[in-house]
């Protein structure tokens, strides 16, 4: 059993109950516990619901546990819940992400890189949950955005909002449910593919930056910076990469 589920609403909290409503109903049985957004703001001690995506995501950092246990977590979030456990899984592991309508732009505003360009390195297992004609991105995303192999997109008809029947929370459902069965399998499959012992032999400076804490490891190096500048990171006779470096 995996678990537990956190739960991060959008900016509307408390309003648009139902989407946590709808899937608590249908997903909490099967996880070992539900923390809920009204859960996470008393755990963190915040008195109210604030909208600001760096607090947020560093009073999630504190709560969501570490280690072994944090890589059986399932973070889901809505609009800019989403954001902020994509932010945290970008940063240290956990089992699997599911983004409800995930914003990748705002409505009547330039392109804002940072809602999104962190996707296209995303290494978690990632499942997009995201309705055709919503307004903060729809069916055309897949045409205007960077997406990491690891993250999978599910279309539905439906808003932002998610005003949809119950027929189709149960098809939403079930989609997660076997996402996150399928889940390890695809991040141990990814975890096998790096060599944490040669990247830090080949790179001193990245093993220095890890003894110093500046890093948890040498892949989370090699994610946010070592792809980018063209480190290897296996030993392996092509020099495969992960990610190709951007031209």
Not at 9 to 30: C, F, K, Q, V, W
Not at 199 to 216: C, I, P, T
Request: net charge negative.
């Amino acid at each position: 059993m995996l678990g537990p589920v956190f739960f991060l609403a959008g900016d509307s909290y408390p309003g648009n109950p139902h989407i946590e409503d709808a899937l608590r109903a249908r997903l909490a049985p099967t996880f070992s516990a539900w923390i809920g957004q009204a859960e996470i703001l008393a755990q963190t001690g915040e008195p109210t619901f604030r909208t600001d995506v760096t607090r947020r995501l560093r009073l999630l950092d504190q709560i969501v546990p570490a280690g072994e246990a944090g890589r059986r977590v399932v973070l889901i979030g809505r609009s800019s819940g989403a954001r902020v456990i994509s932010l945290l899984a970008a940063q240290r592991d956990v089992a699997a992400v599911i983004c409800l309508g995930y914003p990748f732009r705002c409505p009547n505003r330039v392109l804002e890189p940072e809602r999104f360009k962190h996707l296209a390195d995303l290494a978690v297992p990632t499942l997009i949950v995201q309705g055709v004609d919503d307004q903060y991105g729809g069916i055309d995303l897949t045409e205007n955005y960077a997406l990491s192999p690891s993250i999978n997109l599910m279309f539905v008809q439906a808003e932002h909002e998610f005003h949809i029947s119950s027929d189709e929370w149960d098809a939403i459902a079930r989609s997660i449910l076997a996402f996150c069965g399928r889940a390890p399998e695809q991040q141990s499959a990814h975890n096998a593919s790096f060599d944490e012992a040669f990247y830090l032999r080949a790179n001193h400076d990245v093993g220095q930056a890890v003894a110093a804490g500046a890093f948890v490891s040498g892949e989370q190096h090699y994610r946010k910076h070592g792809w980018l500048e063209g480190r290897a990171f296996r030993l392996d006779r092509d020099r495969l990469r992960l990610h190709q470096p951007r031209t």
